[in-house]
């Protein structure tokens, strides 16, 4: 009997899968032309051809009989349709396709009136309603993800490029990365959207699961920017005029309606915008096709160099109205010798625009995979993938299916292990690590040599530090890490060591435990105000010690992980010994007869026999919790990926409690809540917050200074871009408090909405940047700072300076203003 159920099921399918059309599309002189849409008239079954212009259109068991219309629609190309009668399973319909001829017959010119603005002025009047249109759906989406590079170097920056996973043959070029998926998506404006992966493919991984999304794809020109890294102002956004210049090439006949083709250029250089071709349909105004390109400079990512956008559309009776059901985006890429180049296919079809959606239908999870997702054969694949693969695509397949196998064996894997364990004559310096790859474990040690420090406390110092780590699983859900460190003192002769480990139990909620101890040297601020190597820089050469110290020695156990979607708790316990240390040295490279080093007691400069706490002991409790408002995530079978949205804030509540002290007076209890949000403010740049509020409970005016509040100060010429919670020209410890205090700190950077508007200076694609940030405590006056600078200083592909002005009110010392440098990676 089961056997019977099965041999009907067979049969049912292979007839359900009757029939298929194939076939290549080309030009009239012969070339192959990829992506065009072919379709079935009037239903939303459809496919796209290749690169190499081949198209399989699956057809159904009642079409068995019937004659369709199959319609080639492709931009810049008269649409041609072909009567097809499907009798057999396998038919071959090949199309030569002809350039349109446009003409402005159809077009009413008026004198002194451009007539591409005309239309540009309805479409941008209609775009609301369009977009309202297609506000609503259910559709199946196909997804291809192509990476090839072209004469890779051997070593980048001195590391080995190797084949990159197989992809490159003995010229340095092929693909590096490959993958399809198939999925059904739903959607509703404005945010509401949801994936579930049907099934997945990678190239040279059986086991892998594709990156590529619909949610990612999903962009629109209707809305006014599309987010590219940064805002991109569309054609036909509610202020495009001011970006863009429109010429009306001709028009052409489509579904008896009349399509006008524009080309669009931008109005200044390096203004975030397209060019290339739009499409648009006379008196709905609604999108026939768009072929527009972006570049680098433009998205602000200097190793892109060319980005194009290729989207086509059909037109759907029910709705009167044109939906997009193919997207292509072409880009290349270059960077430090390597160059190549890649292509996203998405096709969209079994449009559903009444899907009856429900409070249910969708939730914070935005992708998720089917079982078994990542298993379907080679049959299901040729029976489901809508736009064939090309033949490079093929053998890349076929290649790296075959070599899979072999480059996950012990013997291979063992031989790639022992090429890179090998001791070499620079391991002293730039460190030595010994992987096991099959058994999935690696050790390394970093030598001092790497990590050579100066300051007036230690003199030169130097780090030496040995790490292990092991993975479970390939997708490294499972791990666990562990180190030892020792650094030692020159002008002090004192060695130091810490030892730790870290172990997470999964990549879904993040379990995280670890645990930490030994003895260390740390800042008074253990955020690190002033980074070592700047610190070690102003000592040595403008006798300017600004990094003050304390020695800790510790035992410190931590544990953390989300509870639900959004909310992630984490708590830290330790026992702290706490000991004031002094300045040994007094070594300058310049010294100066006006300035000596100044002591390590931060509270007093010019005391160098006390430091500003009394050696103790303390236990610690740190409380906290994060909660991402609006949070929505992918799942992945190897674990849970979130997005944070930008719409809401995220919240910190911290409560750190210092108990057991061996001085009495230094137990406290602290109470701070942080609230940090990014955002674009549309078209005009991305605004960033960060505010901090606290307060010390009961009577702690006996707080250590260790356990005071610090606050990020700096007084040397540089600054970090990154860290936002920063006072740019405020003294490190001026501030520091044991009672209340409200910190703020905002800056916007308004990414070419200024600085590319104004003529030669927008040739230079800088980024203007302002910001602000106040402080108040209990028991000091009201300290502000403003800052203006620019953003995206460099050369070439090297865009990573920052230049600000900041004018300081309210520090002890008055006003002070300073020119400094900031390094953005």
């Known amino acids: 009997m089961r056997t019977y159920f099965t041999l009907v099921i067979i049969l049912l399918f292979s007839f359900v899968t009757a029939a298929q059309i194939t076939g290549t599309v080309v030009s009239k002189e012969g070339e192959a032309l990829p992506f065009v849409n072919v379709f079935i008239e009037n239903t939303n079954r459809g496919t796209t051809t290749n690169g190499d212009g081949q198209y399989a259109l699956e057809l159904l068991a009642i079409d068995q009989g019937e004659t369709l219309n199959v319609t080639f629609q492709f931009l810049g190309y008269a649409t041609v349709i072909k009567e097809v009668e499907v009798n057999s399973k396998e038919m071959t319909v090949s199309v030569v396709m002809e350039e349109s001829s446009t003409s402005l017959d159809e077009v009413i010119v008026q004198a002194g009136i451009n007539p591409a603005d005309r239309i540009i002025q309805g479409a941008i009047a209609s775009r609301k309603k369009n977009l309202r249109n297609i506000g609503e759906y259910t559709a199946a989406f196909y997804s291809r993800g192509l990476w ?66 619909a949610s990612d794809a999903n962009f629109s020109f209707y809305e006014n920017t599309l987010d590219l890294n940064t805002q991109i102002i569309s054609p036909i956004a509610s202020n495009a005029f001011s970006y863009y210049k429109y010429n009306l090439e001709g028009t052409f006949f489509e579904n008896d309606q009349l399509i006008n083709k524009i080309t669009v250029a931008p109005r200044r250089e390096n203004d975030r915008v397209f060019t290339g071709t739009i499409y648009i349909v006379e008196d709905s105004w609604q999108l026939y096709g768009v072929d527009l390109q972006t570049d680098g400079s433009a998205i602000q990512v200097p190793f892109i160099e060319n980005l194009n956008f290729k989207q086509n559309f059909k ?16 880009f290349s890429f270059g960077f430090l010798g390597l ?99 099959y058994n999935k474990w690696r050790f390394g040690i970093t030598p001092p040599i790497q990590n050579i420090q100066f300051n007036t406390v230690q003199g030169w110092n130097g780090t030496m530090q040995a790490t292990y780590s092991s993975w479970s699983d390939e997708d490294y859900s499972k791990s666990l890490s562990a180190f030892a460190k020792a650094n030692y003192g020159f002008s002090e002769d004192r060695l130091r060591y810490t030892l730790g480990f870290t172990r997470r139990f999964n990549r879904t909620n993040r379990a995280t435990i670890s645990a930490t101890g030994g003895v260390d040297i740390l800042q008074v601020n253990n955020a690190d105000p002033i980074r070592p190597i700047i610190n070690s820089y102003l000592t040595l050469t403008q006798e300017e010690n600004f990094a003050k110290y304390y020695e800790k020695e510790f035992a410190q156990l931590y544990y953390g992980q989300e509870i639900v979607n959004g909310l992630r708790a984490n708590a830290i316990i330790a026992y702290e010994q706490r000991n004031p240390v002094f300045n040994t040295t007094d070594q300058t490279f310049f010294p100066k007869d006006d300035r000596e080093y100044t002591s390590n007691n931060p509270l007093n400069p010019f005391d160098t026999e006390n430091g500003a706490f009394e050696a103790h002991s303390i236990g610690k409790l740190l409380l906290s919790t994060t909660v991402n408002f609006g949070q929505k995530y992918y799942s992945y079978p190897s674990g849970k990926f979130n997005v944070t949205s930008e719409k809401y804030p995220s919240l910190t509540l911290v409560y750190e409690k210092g108990f057991g002290a061996s001085i009495a007076d230094y137990n406290f209890d602290q109470l701070r809540v942080v609230a940090q949000q990014e955002f674009n403010v549309s078209n005009k740049g991305r605004m960033s ?135 953005s990676l």
Do not use: C, M
Request: charged share 25%.
């Open 148 to 213: 090839q590079v072209k004469d890779a170097p051997d070593k980048i920056l001195g590391q080995e490029v190797g084949d990159l996973g197989g992809g490159l043959d003995s010229t340095r070029t092929g693909i590096i990365y490959l993958s399809e998926t198939i999925s059904n998506i739903k959607y509703q404006r404005p945010d509401n959207f949801s994936e579930v992966i049907v099934a997945s493919k990678v190239s040279g991984d059986d086991n892998g699961f594709s990156f590529n999304t």
């Open 315 to 330: 037109y759907e009776e029910s709705l009167s109205q044109w939906v997009k059901i193919s997207q292509v985006i072409d």
């Open 339 to 437: 160059k190549g180049d890649g292509r996203f296919t998405a096709a969209y079809s079994d449009y559903e625009f009444a899907p009856q959606f429900t409070k249910d239908s969708f939730s914070a999870e935005i992708l998720s995979f089917a079982d078994e997702a990542n298993k379907k054969d080679s049959v299901f694949w040729e029976r489901s993938r809508p736009v064939p693969l090309t033949s490079l695509e093929i053998n890349d397949y076929v290649k790296k299916d075959s070599i899979q196998v072999i480059r996950k064996s012990k013997k291979y894997l063992d031989s790639i292990d022992d090429r890179g364990n090998r001791f070499k004559i620079t391991s002293p310096i730039f460190g030595y690590s010994y992987t096991d790859t």
């Open 689 to 823: 917050y960060d505010v901090r509020a606290g307060t010390f409970l009961g009577t702690a005016k006996g707080v250590s200074f260790i356990d005071r509040q610090h606050f990020n100060g700096n007084r040397s010429l540089f600054f970090e871009p990154s860290r936002l919670n920063r006072f740019n020209v405020l003294p490190y410890y001026e501030r520091s408090t044991n009672q209340g205090y409200v910190e703020g700190h905002v800056e916007h950077n308004f990414r070419g909405w200024v600085l590319g508007k104004i003529p030669l200076v927008n040739k230079l694609n800088f980024n203007l940047i302002a910001g602000a940030h106040v402080l108040s405590t209990n028991e000091s006056s009201f300290y502000r700072e403003f800052t203006v600078g620019i953003g995206n200083v460099g050369w070439g592909k090297f865009r990573l300076l920052r230049f600000d002005y900041v004018y300081g009110q309210g520090a002890l010392g008055g006003s002070d203003g300073a020119f400094l440098i900031g390094l």
